[in-house]
Nanobody
């Protein structure tokens, strides 16, 4: 089992940057593919980015490509999301998630474990 705790959210102005962290417990972090999702008020959960077990493969939603960077440090059981050039439409609760399989990595139902989320608010 993997327990996930996100941090790093907050209020930032348009064009600013934030770095989200996800701390994982347990010794199985490196065996899981990891993803970031977000959910804005009144909307469904949306895929943001994913990274493979070793970190060699990454993928991004078109809406964040070129602005966000996902990375992981398996030695520290940590997942990161560097968010630059933030826009008002990036405002959401951001969740990290762990999956056993890379198949369907953009689909939230493919992930087995979830954190509690961290709020990101981008002011116009």
């Amino acid at each position: 089992q993997v327990q996930l705790v996100e941090s790093g959210g907050g209020l930032v102005q348009t064009g600013g940057s934030l770095r989200l962290s996800c701390a994982a417990s347990g010794r199985t972090f490196s065996s899981n593919h990891m993803g970031w999702f977000r959910q804005a008020p009144g909307k469904g959960r949306e895929f943001v980015a994913a990274i493979s077990q070793t970190g060699r493969t990454t993928a991004y939603a078109d809406s964040v490509k070129g602005r966000f960077t996902i990375s992981r440090d398996n030695a520290k059981n940590t997942l990161l999301l560097q968010m630059n050039s933030l826009k008002a439409e990036d405002t959401a609760v951001y969740y990290c998630a762990a999956a056993q399989s890379w198949s369907g990595f953009t689909q939230d139902q493919r992930y087995d474990y979830w954190g509690q989320g961290t709020q990101v608010t981008v002011s116009p």
